[in-house]
T-cell receptor
Framework: EPEVTQTPSHQVTQMGQEVILRCVPI?????FYWYRQILGQKVEFLVS????????KSEIFDDQFSVERPDGSNFTLKIRSTKLEDSAMYFC????????????FGQGTRLTVV | RKEVEQDPGPFNVPEGATVAFNCTYS??????FFWYRQDCRKEPKLLMS???SGNEDGRFTAQLNRASQYISLLIRDSKLSDSATYLC????????????FGAGTRLFVKA
């Protein structure tokens, strides 16, 4: 069964460092998303990406964040200068088409900023 | 007002019980609706889509009331393995599409 894969599963980084979280969405999907979940809290929408551009972003997704689909298969989330409060589980998701299709999630990357 | 609201629970029920979760959404551009299940420290996984006519999948029944902007999930004959957080999820069309999660309802099923 096709799945969304994320690497690494766990990333520890020092405050102020840049991190790149990687995702390989399901191959024929068109819509890509990043979410985060701070421990014990709800899943929060960060950004959606379609047709090689951001289609929607939340207030969390400030100038420290960027996304890229560099090669047609990977979908990356970059955090330029990490803060302690960026520590969370980051989930990548993809969706096949417009309208009513559900999103499929990767297993997440646990980011710990120390 | 939050875009998707759920009772956080927790719901503590014995095995075999029937339990119902409710969810309301506020954005009239909401187009499609889902229930996801999330186990501790795992990714959300689709439980079922929710259709206007209501739909059933084994012990699970989902209903949608567009007029009231309300979604429900009914679990019959609860199993220990049903213990998880249940997430109400809404796709909103805003030029793009974004998928918004409710905060989740925690369910504990006890022997």
């Amino acid at each position: 069964e096709p799945e969304v894969t994320q690497t690494p599963s766990h990333q520890v980084t020092q405050m102020g460092q840049e991190v790149i979280l990687r995702c390989v969405p399901i191959s024929n999907h068109l819509y890509f998303y990043w979410y985060r979940q701070i421990l014990g809290q709800k899943v929060e929408f960060l950004v959606s990406f379609y047709n090689n551009e951001i289609s929607e972003k939340s207030e969390i997704f400030d100038d420290q964040f960027s996304v890229e689909r560099p090669d047609g298969s990977n979908f990356t989330l970059k955090i330029r200068s990490t803060k302690l409060e960026d520590s969370a589980m980051y989930f990548c998701a993809s969706r096949g088409g417009a309208g009513n299709t559900e999103a499929f999630f990767g297993q997440g990357t646990r980011l710990t900023v120390v | 007002r939050k875009e998707v609201e759920q009772d956080p629970g927790p719901f503590n029920v014995p095995e075999g019980a029937t339990v119902a979760f409710n969810c309301t959404y506020s954005n009239s551009a909401s187009q499609s609706f889902f229930w996801y299940r999330q186990d501790c420290r795992k990714e959300p996984k689709l439980l079922m889509s929710v259709y206007s006519s209501g739909n059933e999948d084994g012990r699970f029944t989902a209903q949608l009331n567009r007029a009231s902007q309300y979604i429900s999930l009914l679990i019959r004959d609860s199993k220990l393995s049903d213990s998880a957080t249940y997430l109400c999820v809404v796709n909103i069309a805003t030029g793009g599409f974004k998928t918004i999660f409710g905060a989740g309802t925690r369910l504990f099923v006890k022997a």
